[in-house]
């Protein structure tokens, strides 16, 4: 992972009007030749990567990153055509060559003796031009999205847009007279001509389902929507999810779809958390005053159970399907238009606009009375609905918030993780780290220990007036009498955390549901006010039941013991039973696996795998995708 961000991230900021490029909108499938090749280097197969690079320049043969891949898949063996693609990578206005040039893979190139010429041609190099705003459009309320004013940005795999918004949006109305604001309007719309309310004008909404699901232009008249133009909806890339456009401005959106077919169904909330980047990538959005609403869809009604593999700040799951996340955005835009200037304007600086709404949000949930509910797992459910929120008590929070109200961002870092014997690892084949972004970790829990130990921190916290802060860690779901946080500082940045095994249990306010899932919910207190939540959630397979005696050590571990939707991005298959032995004074001497119609086989308490010849070491990998979409582990003898 770190070979592939340390190479996407060289070709930087590219010319929006360049006049060799066929279209800026086809960098991020040019982008991906370079990282397809380098999984293929990773996985030592050459051949892939040269035809993979090949195929990518013949595709794109205007951009640079396609002419990298091809010097990295030629490299080993021929460090001087490599250079000649490097220059013309160069050539064709990839930048940030001396941060690639710094790849093991590039040492040959280093060495030849025409490298001086390519330090030449890229000190020649001339810089990226600059891309104007776009003027937005008053009358049809829209901020386009073109080639003119969009940048990419590869480093961050993401276009970047500007726009400028004339000051004479800021006279109309902020609310409109559409059904259900009859009695708000009116109160929003004194405080915005008084000066005491921040209103809509300069705040872009972004609609990703093509009008499938879209807010009445007619509620909200200072609001802007994003256009994008035709190249862009060519290629698909408005549609869905947000994955690759940032706008420099409060952004509010939505799309109201789902991929509804084959084994990687799933809501677009839940993808954005299994696809890899996508944690971070909404992240990126969080800190940058954007949020999102997306229907959970199937993921948590239909299928018995909730399905999503963590709770996070970053988007919004509105219950049920199409339409159901409009109630949501209606009443976020509601709050951000109430808001007073000073308070909007600090946050948008600080980038704390989307959790401010968050904190906002989940402190006006209905039956949500004082601070000690809101730290409670009422407030902060995997989704919510339009009618659980008290919009009113909503904007009258927002209207009363002070400067002193603004409380930071809360940023984890996961230390450490208790270290694991090589029976405990057995099998895993998958790391335990889903993902770790700065407010949201997950975790999987692949182990056979009955508890696993982590050490977190918050000390990366930093609030936007250097006020103290302090942090409160509490379990929002799971068995809060047998998860332990111990505070390892006195302001509880530091704790330990345990988190045993959990079997299913029903989801918190909505019991007909199964959870295969723990959070924990981390909070700055910075005396004045609670942040919005960070979480650390911890995952159970879906289809695993274990058995321990009362000492915690593992009797059995089953793997197909339940039938149940298991999620092959997280997941992988495995087709056996364990039997762990112990001898008198209760110490693991080893394990029996069983399989169907295959004898049994049995290993030693290192995970041996016992033979005529004596113990032999085994190792653990992922083979090819079954039909519904899991990858089997897969047991080898270890050379």
Request: proline residues 8%; charged residues 25%.
């Amino acid at each position: 992972m770190r070979l592939t961000a340390l190479v996407l991230a060289a070709a930087l900021a590219v010319p929006a009007q360049a006049a060799d490029l066929p279209s800026l909108f086809d960098q991020p499938e040019a982008q991906t030749v370079l990282s397809r090749t380098l999984a293929y280097i990773r996985l030592g197969n050459s051949e892939a990567a040269r035809q993979t690079a090949e195929a990518g320049v013949a595709q794109f043969p205007s951009f640079g990153a396609p002419y990298v891949a091809l010097a990295l898949s030629v490299a080993k063996d021929d460090p001087a055509m490599a250079l000649t693609h490097l220059l013309e990578a160069v050539r064709k206005g990839y930048r940030g060559m001396a941060q690639v040039l710094t790849l093991p893979a590039f040492a040959g190139v280093r060495e030849t003796v025409e490298y001086a010429a390519l330090s030449e041609a890229m000190a020649k190099q001339s810089p990226a031009s600059e891309t104007k705003p776009a003027l937005v459009d008053i009358e049809r309320l829209t901020a386009p999205v073109s080639a003119a004013n969009t940048t990419w940005d590869a480093a961050e795999g993401e276009f970047r847009a500007q726009f400028a918004v004339p000051p004479v949006l800021a006279r109309r109305p902020a609310i409109g007279s559409a059904p259900g604001l009859e009695r708000i309007a009116p109160f929003i719309n004194r405080w915005v001509a008084g000066g005491r309310a921040a209103g809509l004008a300069g705040v872009l909404y972004d609609n990703r389902d093509r009008g499938h699901s879209p807010l009445d232009k007619k509620a909200f008249p200072q609001l802007l929507h994003v256009a994008y133009s035709d190249p862009i909806r060519s290629r698909n890339l408005d549609y869905g999810p947000n994955r690759m456009f940032e706008f420099g401005r409060i952004t509010l959106g939505n799309s109201s779809t789902a991929i509804t077919q084959g084994p990687f169904w799933r809501s677009q909330a839940r993808r954005l958390l299994t696809e890899p980047g996508g944690a971070r990538r909404l992240f990126r959005q969080y800190s940058r005053n954007m949020l999102y609403v997306y229907p959970e869809t199937f993921d948590h009604s239909d299928r018995g159970a909730d399905l999503f593999p963590a709770n996070t700040p970053y988007t919004i799951a509105s219950r049920g399907r199409s339409h159901s996340d409009r109630p949501i955005l209606r009443a976020l835009l509601l709050a951000l238009a109430a808001m007073p200037p000073d308070v909007r304007n600090r946050a948008e600086e600080e980038g704390l606009v989307a959790p401010l709404l968050q904190r906002l949000l989940r402190r006006s949930l209905k039956g949500i009375q004082n601070e000690t509910d809101y730290l409670s797992t009422a407030a902060h459910p995997t989704i919510f609905s339009g009618d659980a929120i008290a919009v009113e008590d909503l904007i009258r929070r927002a209207q009363a918030l002070t400067l002193a109200d603004l409380a930071p961002m809360v940023r984890l870092t996961l230390l450490t993780r208790a270290p694991l014997s090589p029976a405990e690892k057995t099998g895993m084949a998958k790391p335990e780290v889903v993902f770790e972004t700065p407010s949201a970790i997950a975790l999987a829990f692949r182990s056979t220990t009955q508890k696993r130990r982590l050490l977190l921190s918050a000390r990366s916290t930093r609030d936007p007036f250097d006020r103290p802060l302090t942090f409160h860690w509490r379990v929002l779901r799971g068995d809060a009498d047998r998860i332990t946080i111990t505070p390892e500082s006195e302001d509880a940045s530091l704790v330990a955390v345990e988190i045993p095994w959990h079997d299913p249990f029903p989801v918190p306010g909505a019991p007909e549901l199964l959870s295969h899932r723990v959070d924990i919910g981390v909070f700055a207190d910075t005396g004045e006010s609670l942040s919005a939540p960070a979480f650390v959630s911890m995952s159970f397979p879906p289809d695993q039941r274990r058995s321990y005696d009362a000492a915690g050590r593992l009797l059995e571990v089953d793997h197909q013991a339940a039938p149940a939707y298991v999620d092959p991005w997280i997941w992988p298959q495995r087709d056996w039973r364990d039997v762990y032995a112990y001898d008198a004074e209760g110490q693991l001497t080893g394990w029996e696996r069983h399989r169907k119609g295959i004898p049994a086989h049995r290993f030693d308490a290192k995970g041996r795998l016992l033979g005529p010849d004596g113990p032999v070491a085994v190792r653990y990998s992922l083979g090819a995708p079954a039909r519904d979409g899991r990858r089997p582990v897969i047991m080898d003898i270890a050379e």
